[in-house]
């Protein structure tokens, strides 16, 4: 089965700047998450999606953070305006039931900021 | 609260000798556990998870961990390196039924010497 894709793989862009990470889960999977996972750290879970709608997004910087999965099924996360400590990788995952710990991932997108 | 660490940034085996990771974990509750792997520019995958059931838990690739409540501890194990295990391991520890839950490691970095 294709697993969780993500795009771009990398992207360089400069601080105050914009910019945006698609990501498509693995088909029939209800569940969607986007991880943010700094240089030397462990992944922090941003924001979960069942569906089209948030289960939790406690640890998402709204002023600057938005996701949406309009229609269920794939995702855009952006970042606007970005800052210097937004560089990081971001990785999306999905999971067929919304209480499991997601076991696929995609292969994220570095993000670099100027 | 909880919290889990990872007690080695580094470890380096060499081929086919046996392979630790060693986590301790801090829990009020009786807390699920996982294990993940991630290579060099890819997503995380997910090893083996401890929900409460055997203490043994056996994963993916020749991986097993053994949760122990007395010693607060979830050590991955494995009696054979191969090449093919040089990654990065991250311990996870979550005391409800939801990612939103989960606290990452800050990861171990596992090099096999030829």
């Known amino acids: 089965e294709a697993g969780v894709a993500q795009s771009p793989r990398y992207k360089i862009i400069e601080k105050r700047q914009s910019v945006a990470f698609w990501c498509n889960p693995i088909s029939g999977h209800a569940t969607l998450y986007w991880y943010q996972q700094i240089l030397g750290q462990g992944p922090k879970l941003l924001i979960q999606f069942q569906n089209n709608g948030v289960v939790d997004d406690s640890q998402l910087p709204k002023d600057r953070f938005s996701a949406e999965r309009l229609k269920g099924v794939d995702s855009t996360l952006k970042i606007q305006p970005a800052k210097l400590e937004d560089s990081a990788v971001y990785l999306c995952?999905?999971?067929?039931?919304?209480?499991?710990?997601?076991?696929?991932f995609g292969d994220g997108t570095r993000l670099s900021i100027l | 609260a909880q919290s889990v660490t990872q007690l080695d940034s580094h470890v380096s085996v060499s081929e086919g000798t046996p392979v630790l990771l060693r986590c301790n974990y801090s829990?009020?509750?009786?807390?699920?556990l996982f294990w993940y792997v991630q290579h060099p520019n890819k997503g995380l995958q997910l090893l083996l998870k401890?929900?409460?059931?055997?203490?043994l838990v056996k994963g993916i690739n020749g991986f097993e961990a053994e949760f122990k409540k007395s010693e607060t501890s979830f050590h991955l194990t494995k009696p054979s390196a191969h090449m093919s295990d040089a990654a990065e391991y991250f311990c996870v520890v979550s005391e409800g039924s939801g990612p939103y839950t989960s606290i990452f490691g800050t990861g171990t970095r596992l090099k096999v010497l030829a």
């Open positions: 829990s009020s509750y009786s807390p699920s």
């Open positions: 995952a999905s999971s067929l039931e919304i209480s499991s710990q997601p076991q696929h």
């Open positions: 401890y929900t409460s059931a055997a203490t």
